[in-house]
């Protein structure tokens, strides 16, 4: 049953990376590719539909993780105060900016959004990066493994007392930045034509080496780093599947991406962002909350829900989840198949 | 009191305080918008759609402020409350989840179709829309109240022998009586929120002689509305809402009416200070035996005081407590006479006409926001010094890992941002007033304003 919860909280999670990502990229691109205002308000265009539904998969993160495994809620989000009062700022200013940019057309009023919408996507592609980078590498928990505390940063060395951010996480964090923008661009080659278009796809080339490069460190590094990815590769060799969907898959998306079917491209690009997340969940498995050290750490069994709640949980949240995934059906089938530059609103 | 437990409540009081404006308005007007969209349906209306779309303007910012400042409240749980998280997560977390799978999600995904889909839709699939984006609301409201309703009063759980607490029945946790109750008071208040919000507007543009047909659409609406919403919130919902607090809460009960010593025929305070050094009321005005009957249905019969309670077991805060349940029923009334004495002159068919009542409904527009406010502030106050009634102390619930300084330095944040985000809306709610419902279309070929 933990386990299940444990499988269940990691697939949401890495949905809201696809699909919230997606327009996180995409912010995070905004100044990159939009050069003129025109651009910018067809790139906005592009995710203004679906930038709440996919928002929304936050509430219900919050929801299950608090439902399923109360104590790391707990554990993590007090531990990570700080960064997540950032995060919650960030996705205010976010929002705003998506919603508010092209409610009054104004130079003054655009510039203003263009710069919150860009500047709170990539703070918070750091954040969501050296969030799971801390995941990854482990939080100081003591022998009681009840309560730590970490601060934006102490000397960003991998000491006993960390802070949220030292080299690794903020490695992991520009890796997460690099994926997202190659997602968004992938999205905007799709979705968008004219120079937003052209841009993206000149972009995609450069921002595909760069993912490929940083994310093989970054796995390196993190076996490296987590013993438990060690032993759980040697307990259940056939976890190397994941980390091996997750290369194939990005490059079949670049030969889809090359041969100009745009729309699988970006599905593969989804696709192989789950794969490498479901990698990390079964690196860092029985653990929800890793310790720098290893035995401290908060297991799915230890942080998990009594049995009666887990057990009535499941009941309404797998049908539920099915019901949610009929919305996304009809909101993205409701999307026309083309945001042009051109159109007079 | 420990200045940490303080804070921690300071912080999620603002930032709950603050949300809350911006869900009511949302409760409130996707009925109406719902409402006046069946109108459109019914009757073919064209200015009730011109009403629909001008609405939906608004709907569409409070909505988006409501989503920005409603997503911190889920999350300071389990920074700010981490110890309550540990042991309570495993019921509450349900009801939190269920608000973003069931409702949170419909909401959203069928706003953006509902402001920006008619075309798209047609009328029909717009009117769907509507209802969908409507239920979505009042759903999401119904879990979050069920959410503090298990708070209030704990049903469907045992406490394991690690004092972790498991959830025993989910419908038991989804019918708790206590929710059903505060929730139709809660709603209702919502409702009030709306009315008074649709009401102020349609007043300002009959005062100003502007946008005359889709104001006296609107006027009208939510004149009746808001009559009977503001009956409802008294009797029955009002009403049975207190009866509860007094069968489960009858600490909460005493201190909110300023109640201080168990009698018989017990009077019921309409004025007063509470003194909290001599326990008594200064300068009272009350009604002799009025409380005796209001909870009994019998003038003598005995009314539990503050004091008959251990110092432990009473609310902390009891003044406030006391301010906040009286101001609320002071609005309450104070409402039902505004609307009562708008609908009277609205079935003579003088309201739009008469300046005196119009410039009521203009400046009573704060009112069922502080009122609202006011009733959740008892509700929050009421349960004190419990986070769970009767299981678990606030002051054991919070996170003890965060230091002061940390707390102070997220409060003053979101003082600063929440700050931003009222001169903001503020901003986009004068535009949208100032350019109004879209005009007539042309074949009524005086422009409205000279209608």
Known sequence: ?345 | MDPAALLNRLQFAFTIIYHYIFPQITMGLTLLIFLLKTMVLLTGDETANRAVRFWMKILGITFLMGVGTGIPMEFQFGTNWSRFSALAGGVIGQTLAMEGMFAFFMESAFLYLLLYGEKRLGQLGHWMVSLLVFAGAWLSGYFIVCTNAWMQHPVAYRILPDHRIALTSLSGLLNNPWAIIQYAHVAIGTVITGSFLMACLASFYLLRDKHDEVARKCLALSVVVGFIASCLAAMPTGDLTAKQVYKYQPAAFAAMEGHFHTQDGAGLVVIGQPNMQTMTLDNPIIIPDALSFLTHQRWNAEVIGLTAFPPDQRPDFVPPLYYAYHIMVGLGTIFIAIMGLCILFLVLGKLHKHRGLLWALLLAVPLPFIANTAGWTTAELGRQPWIIYQIMRTSEGYSQNVSTGNIWFSLLGFMGLYLCLSFLYFFLMVQIVRAGPEPAPQPSAKPVEMR
């Open chain 1, 1 to 345: 049953m933990e386990t299940l919860w444990f499988c269940l909280f990691w697939g949401i999670l890495a949905t809201f990376v696809v699909s919230g990502g997606t327009d996180i990229g995409v912010g995070i691109l905004h100044f990159f590719v939009g050069r003129n205002d025109q651009q910018r308000r067809q790139i906005i265009r592009s995710i203004h539909e679906v930038w709440k539904p996919n928002e929304v998969w936050l509430v219900v993160i919050g929801g299950t993780m608090f439902l399923a495994f109360p104590a790391l809620v707990a554990e993590s989000l007090s531990g990570f105060y700080l960064a997540i009062m950032l995060v919650l700022w960030l996705l205010i200013g976010r929002g705003l900016g998506i919603d508010l940019r092209d409610r009054i057309v104004d130079p003054m009023w655009s510039q203003l959004w263009d710069v919150a919408f860009w500047l709170c996507s990539v703070l918070l592609a750091v954040c969501l990066g050296a969030a799971l980078g801390n995941f990854v590498r482990g939080v100081p928990l003591d022998e009681t493994g009840s309560v730590f505390f970490e601060g934006f940063w102490t000397n960003f060395e991998l000491g006993s007392n960390t802070g949220i951010l030292d080299w690794f996480t903020i490695l992991v964090g520009i890796t997460t930045v690099i994926a997202l923008a190659h997602h968004g661009a992938l999205w905007l080659n799709h979705f968008t034509d004219g120079p937003v278009q052209e841009r993206s796809a000149r972009l995609l080339h450069r921002l595909w080496l760069t993912l490929v490069v940083v994310l093989g460190v970054c796995v390196l590094l993190s076996t490296i780093l987590q013993p438990q990815v060690r032993i759980n590769l040697v307990a259940h060799p056939w976890g190397i599947i994941l980390p091996l969907a997750a290369g194939a898959m990005m490059y079949w998306c670049r030969s889809l991406r090359q041969r100009g079917r745009t729309l699988q491209a970006y599905l593969a690009s989804g696709l192989s962002l789950y794969a490498i997340l479901a990698s990390t969940a079964f690196g860092l498995y029985p653990y929800v909350l890793p310790a720098r050290i290893p035995e401290h750490g908060l297991t799915a069994f230890k942080a998990a829900a009594p049995y009666d709640s887990l057990k009535l949980g499941l009941c309404w949240w797998i049908p539920g989840a099915l019901l949610v995934a009929c919305y996304f059906a009809y909101v993205y089938s409701k999307m026309p198949s083309k945001f042009p530059l051109d159109v007079e609103e």
